[in-house]
């Protein structure tokens, strides 16, 4: 089993705790995905940081395309 949980708003947002989480399977394939409470203070990986804008952008629009990528870094 495998996750990821990211950010959506920016650090000035009241909204800043709440984040997207996601859980998969890589052998079964199954996902779920969820908003999930972070404390302010806990510092997130961001597993997309090295990649092009347009690259980030295109894997962010859809949960399959994020996910594949994210199981095959693993």
């Known amino acids: 089993m495998a996750?990821?949980?990211?950010r959506f708003h920016p650090a000035e947002s009241s909204s800043y705790e709440r984040c997207i989480g996601?859980?998969?399977?890589?052998?079964c394939r199954l996902y779920t995905g969820?908003?999930?409470?972070?404390?302010?203070?806990?510092?997130?990986v961001d597993a997309l940081a090295?990649?092009?804008v347009e690259e980030r952008e295109r894997l962010e629009r859809s949960e399959v395309r994020l996910i594949d990528y994210l199981s095959r870094r693993t």
């Open 34 to 44: 969820s908003m999930v409470y972070v404390p302010r203070a806990r510092v997130l």
């Open 50 to 52: 090295g990649l092009p």
């Open 22 to 27: 996601h859980s998969w399977c890589t052998a």
């Open 3 to 6: 996750s990821y949980v990211y």
